[in-house]
T-cell receptor
Framework: SQELEQSPQSLIVQEGKNLTINCTSS?????LYWYKQKYGEGLIFLMM?????EEKSHEKITAKLDEKKQQSSLHITASQPSHAGIYLC???????????FGIGTKLQVIP | DADVTQTPRNRITKTGKRIMLECSQT?????MYWYRQDPGLGLRLIYY???????NKGEISDGYSVSRQAQAKFSLSLESAIPNQTALYFC?????????????FGPGTRLTVL
């Protein structure tokens, strides 16, 4: 969706390296959702951010929401092969009606 | 057992055929969605339903129809399938009572139209 831009679209990193994925909205964010998808499978919910400046972590994955910039970043520390997959951000820009998703970032982690 | 199930998981059909994809959920959620995923285009919303009597078009509803038979069931139909409807289809649910729109996805149906 052009409402939601993800970058980069593709990323290859060496195991152990850190990485960041960005998600930028052209509209005001009421909620930002991060999902992970194994190739050809369903989406697994990672984290939800609702307040400006909010930051959440789960294991080695941290997500932040910059409300002023209408942007969220997903940071993975010390990447592992199990982190490989497609990361999608979803934005609630209309007050809990529906979510618009980005194209996704394909992450490969090389052992 | 999975909370959101989709049937079939894979389907190959021919142009012009009618096909139905089914979605069932045991989460007790009131909201249900149908998306399609295409390489380079991401996840796009086809239809969504906020309760049994509510059906709304998403951004790409042409060529599709839906039926919300019960709170737990939401089916997607392709009346006359065409090759550009070849895609990965996902059903999702959410609970309006949570105050957010966290969605729970099914495993997907891979549809190929020849």
């Amino acid at each position: 969706s052009q409402e939601l831009e993800q970058s980069p679209q593709s990323l290859i990193v060496q195991e152990g390296k850190n990485l960041t994925i960005n998600c930028t909205s052209s509209k005001t964010l009421y909620g930002l959702y991060w999902y992970k998808q194994k190739y050809g499978e369903g989406l697994i919910f990672l984290m939800m951010l609702q307040k400006g400046g909010e930051e959440k972590s789960h294991e080695k994955i941290t997500a932040k929401l910059d409300e002023k910039k209408q942007q969220s970043s997903l940071h993975i520390t010390a990447s592992q092969p199990s982190h490989a997959g497609i990361y999608l951000c979803g934005a609630d820009t209309g007050g809990y009606q529906k979510v618009t998703f980005g194209i996704g970032t394909k992450l490969q982690v090389i052992p | 057992d999975a909370d959101v199930t989709q049937t079939p998981r894979n389907r190959i059909t021919k142009t012009g055929k009618r096909i139905m994809l089914e979605c069932s959920q045991t989460k007790g959620h009131d909201r249900m969605y149908w998306y399609r995923q295409d390489p380079g285009l991401g996840l796009r919303l086809i239809y969504y339903s906020f309760d049994v009597k509510d059906i709304n078009k998403g951004e790409i509803s042409d060529g599709y129809s839906v039926s919300r038979q019960a709170q737990a069931k939401f089916s997607l139909s392709l009346e006359s399938a065409i090759p550009n409807q070849t895609a990965l289809y996902f059903c999702a649910t959410s609970d309006s009572g949570t105050g957010n729109n966290e969605q729970f996805f099914g495993p997907g149906t891979r549809l190929t139209v020849l």
